[in-house]
Every structure is written in C-alpha cells, then in structure tokens.
T-cell receptor
C-alpha cells in the first residue's frame, strides 16, 4: 500500500486566511519530499521541496515543515488566494529509487 | 508550458485498438517517467527510464509497453486495453542525482 498519505481529502478556507495541508509518511528511508499543486486539466506543478536533513524551508508565501520523529510533512500557504485553489499532493523519494511516491491529495477550496 | 510536452492531450480508443502516447522534454534531463493518475487514487509510478535504460517497472500489465529512444523522448504504446485503464497518464523528467521533477500536462485516456 501507499506510504505517503494526507489527512484530509478536502480543505476549505477563507480567502486571505492561512492554509495548512498535512501529509503523513511511513518510510524512514525517504530522504526527499516535494509538494505539488495540480489544477484542473493540468499536470502537477512543483511548489516546494525539502530534504530530510532539514526541518523547515520557506518559499514565496509557502513553507514546508518536516517532522521526522513522527513522519509528518506539512505545507503552509500564507494569505490564501483564489488562484491557490487546486489539489495538493505530497510526494517522497526513497533512497536510491528514482521515482516519486505520491499521496492521495488534498483539494483546497477557497471561499470568498 | 513546463518544458515537458505530452501528446495527444485527449485520446479515446477501443479495447482492440493500438495507440501510442508521446512525451518530449526540453530540459536536458536524463531520466523520464510514466505515471498513471486515476480518480480517487494517488499517482502511480509505472515506468522509470534513466540514461535511456528502463530501471523500474512497477508490475505494469504487458498491454502497456514503454519505449525511450533517446533522453528527450518517451513513448507509451498501448494495445488491447481495458476500460479500467482509463485515466490521466502523466510523463515527468528529472536529472539523475538532482531532485527536481517536472511533469507534463498529461494525456486523458478513455477506453471504450
């Protein structure tokens, strides 16, 4: 079965609020994690990544947190905008493997 | 455009047909991937090519046959598919030893 999963299939937030999307993984050998955003009719788009030797990384309006103790990954989006509406996936890369393993995704809905 | 181009964008085929999906990357990457995305399921890694050699095949049925003639092109040959094979097929590329993965927009396949 999958080792990367998300806690909520759908997350609804008010425009302007901060969003937090969570992901749990089970493979301790995973050394790299990525968050992707997928809009309707498009392929997954890279948002931010983090290596296992880090616990936090910031981008523009986004922050990824990694807690290796509990095998938890989160994506924080500041001041959520209508354009943030999409399905968000976390993915892990396991050691020497080349492919990524994805979770099921969280659909982020922005309410005006 | 992300630098990874997939054609066709949409494909409808009968169960006795033979068709091919094409992926082309313009990023200078040396690894390419096929993923299957079905509704309500995580992205599933199908095939991995690194330096034009297949390095991973995740128990994919033989009715799916990949081909990687060079580092810029990847094909997925389809024959005698089943209705449950209907899905979005995504191609991705990366540079071995580096961590960025770039996806195409996918081919929406419907098997009738």
């Amino acid at each position: 079965g999958e080792s990367v999963g998300l806690h909520l299939p759908t997350l609804s937030v008010q425009e302007g609020d901060n969003s937090i999307i969570n992901c749990a993984y089970s493979n301790s050998a995973s050394d790299y994690f990525i968050w992707y955003k997928q809009e309707s009719g498009k392929g997954p788009q890279f948002i931010i990544d983090i290596r296992s030797n880090m616990d936090k990384r910031q981008g523009q309006r986004v922050t990824v947190l990694l807690n290796k103790t509990v095998k938890h990954l989160s994506l924080q989006i500041a001041a959520t905008q209508p354009g943030d509406s999409a399905v968000y996936f976390c993915a892990e890369k396991r050691g020497g493997a080349d492919g990524l393993t994805f979770g099921k995704g969280t659909h982020l809905i922005i309410q005006p | 455009e992300t630098g990874v181009t997939q054609t066709p964008r949409h494909l409808v085929m009968g169960m006795t047909n033979k068709k091919s999906l094409k992926c082309e990357q313009h990023l200078g990457h040396n690894a390419m991937y096929w993923y299957k995305q079905s509704a309500k399921k995580p992205l599933e890694l199908m095939f991995v090519y690194s330096l034009e050699e297949r390095v991973e095949n995740n128990s994919v049925p033989s009715r799916f046959s990949p081909e990687c003639p060079n580092s810029s092109h990847l094909f997925l040959h389809l024959h005698t598919l089943q209705p449950e094979d209907s899905a979005l097929y995504l191609c991705a590329s990366s540079q071995t030893g580096r961590y960025g993965y770039t996806f195409g927009s996918g081919t929406r396949l419907t098997v009738v």
